[in-house]
């Protein structure tokens, strides 16, 4: 190989970009850089501007991501020293869906001064939740005219957080703003374009977030269409029909980049990809029956399978949408680690806190000290883990959280011990039911912020789920994983990698130790799981919408309030 | 009248024993004075012992009900000033059931070397659940052996709290403190005969806790056979055939308790009574209709009927229980200011602690604020009020807690509020029920420590219920009702009254204030209570009996590990 070669990898997140470097030959994060969102997520007021934004909103300012490029991987270069020659790739990965309208050349609507007092010419963040009505109209309209089928991939159920009902409001609560938009393009994609002046589109969230399939394509016109005819020819006007796979190369870095960056002008670039998806091959995974599972504030699921199945609930499977030439599921859980957040913050008591104090340690441990004394099945309760909905199998915003079993005994830790399991009886069923469905499990691997965090966590995974639970070596998996796709785009001829399977044997290692289950509490899980089938069906699959009548009522109830 | 008149009456709780001194003319409260006991609930080891008590055990000392006496009434008279010969009558209550064994002249077993290190010869106290085997095998057999009626009236199941579970796991455990006992009786009537010599049986916990009727009278000896035939003859042995009306004379104040007590030998003792069934004359309340709840850490609710209804779900129906003449019907809820404390402690976390001791309040005060802000419905939040299992109407001690809605938004205020609301929904559950059942509930009467500690809580109830609700003017309820059977017991021929329906239209009134329900509030409570009904059953009436199974669970993995 000569002399050592380095790859960066940037990895956009909700509030801030991250970029490292790493040697090529092992994977060895050589340093790391981060930088802060100047204007983090827009949520109340459009920035200089009084004009206020409605509930669910989340926009972002795209300025704010070159800016991740000016600082973060100069500081890396600097940090570690390497020769910027040495650098033969660069990989990005990005929050999705996160989108924004650009003019054909790339330029944000929302850096023009026409535009820029207008929300929707801003950047969609994946968490804007405004554009609900035009998810379910979406939903409703594909079953009516008969392109349900195109939503099987999804578990039969388009989100809100996805392109086209983003994409579908600016229609029609800005006409002006969409017709003005000669593109409408992922954050992810308009990065690379910005490092490399070439517009591509990756595969990634084309498949998981646009309704692309590397067989059948977009959906027909007829079917956009049907949603709205002005939205007929959307993709042909405003997106790309060619889909790039991942770890191809994008393009070179342009001059310009090259000097926002300090690298060299001509540098590999690498299609873009999504953060969840880019950890699998950085997590060592790269072939079936690894489930991949980033654990945060949230749950991402990821496997790659033989075969593209159905499987019922998930959040989408596409063809090289993790990995090129196999089919990539996601699934999801939407509330773990903000469900203990919020059990700390709303219902820990203070003699916990000054405990804690006093022992030096913070609630999260105390909690877990406590928790961790106890057998399976000791503290009698039970929950359904839907304080922000089911995300994965059963695909419903409007469930709500439950526990049972509670007691005038019942204890702050045996709560938060309970809440933990809920979160695994989570993820077992969604391992069930990728089984059930001919995708098979043998093994976990936990990356993210959660399994470092909170060993009694990992614990009760491995138990409920009866499965071997690996951590990766890296702690920065997103942007190592972007970092392997530069490689990957520099290519072996460059001093990379032809694909991302040998960049993930080379650079990509699990830690030694692990958790393996224990068959006994595996046994008394069993049983407790068997229950939290029976009420997950029970109160998720109709037999007592009770959870969706009690938020109608707390609707009726808040509008007529406002009404006042 | 010429000269003024008084009664006294002494209330025995389960930590103290309280004593007021009244006017008869108008139930005035002159003084009152408070004796708590020395050795409080004994729960762990037997007094003076190194003996551990198991689970579940509650004992008392009599001697600190004789305590009671020496100390309260003498501190009444002082304070008060009035003339011991002004003292017409007097009247007790207690918590029931609270029995024990004694010789035949009275002598509790435990005053006696022989048995002190005995713990069946003690008090068991009310909350004593160590009968627990012995209640469950009395229900199986009882309906195997062709003698379900009986047990109709009390909503078809006997508490291990009550009597005959109580004497049998005597027999059971220690066989031979059972044969030294020549009596086995209630402590209310205990107390009575310590002041008068006299031994009585009172009608109301012979009948709501003895399975005694006015009409049956005790069950047949074949019954007690069928349970064991050591136990054929206990009423015959151990008890007394005779049963005392409520407001009857039990006898006069011997010169030794004249003594203990300041008082005038010969002065008139009524007959015991039960600290919630006294309560109902002393809340205004001689007629059907009007529900007495006597609201603390649980609910009492008390009702006269017309006729002798089966109710099913009721802790019992007693003619003669309450009122002369009249059928009382007792139901219940387990666990009501119990479970707000439960919450207080354990799941409000220390920024309410901080913001409470800022404004100077409570955290109880604080949460009722906060959650008195919200309209019915508004937290979307339903609970199942079953922290401590439920009495009425499914007398069930192994159901367990529920809480469904809950989000990443709710708060502290929002489960405090429906908690409030679920034991609000367990009343009107009650009222239902009864209504159902032929015995008609048009107005509350609430008294207990909860309704001036908490508004909010009186307007949930009134909004749940639809019922107006009414609080009597006297705050010690217990002792005024002993007060007034005190009076009943001298008779009108000596300034007191000929019965309670006379004592209780003047010395008993309610405050002008009360509360009425809001429609508007009413017609959302509805809604709710149709979800809280459904989920009641289900999880209560054997669709779901996940409950029971986590508590096995629970028992199973405890017991192995007490195993090791």
Redesign the interface.
Known sequence: MGNLKYAIGVDFGTLSGRAVIVDIADGKELATAVHEYSKGVIDDYLPGTEIRLEPDWALQDPYDYLEVFKHTIPATLEQSGVDPEDVIGIGIDFTACTMLPTKVDGTPLCFLPDWRDHPHSWVKLWKHHAAQPEANKLNRIAYEKGFGEILDRYGGKISSEWFFPKAWQILDEAPDVYAAADRLIEAADWVVWQLTGVETRNSCTAGYKAMWSKTEGFPPNEFFKALDPSLENIVDEKMMREISPLGARAGELTAEAAEWTGLTPGTAVAVANVDAHVSVPAATVTEHSRMVMIMGTSICHMVVGEKEEIVPGMCGVVRDGILPGLPGFEAGQS?VG??FQ?FV??????SY??EANESGISIYELLEEKAGLQ????????ALDW??GNRSVLVDVDL?????????L???ED?YRALIEATAFGTRMIVETFEANGVPIKELIATGGLPDRNRLLMRIYSDVTGLPIYIPEATQIGALGSAMHGAVAAGAVAGGYDDIVEASVNMARLRRDHYEPNKENKA?YD??FA?YK??HD??GRGD?D??K???T??A???N??EGR
């Open positions: 509330c903000d469900h919020w913050e709303n219902a820990v008591p203070a806190e000054k057998k399976p099945g000791e503290h009698g309760l039970l304080w922000n709500t959280g439950m526990l049972i079993g509670a007691t005038l019942t204890r702050a709560i008394i049983r407790i229950e029976l009420l029970y109160f007592n009770v959870m009548r009690l938020k009522l707390k009726d109830i808040l007529v309030e």
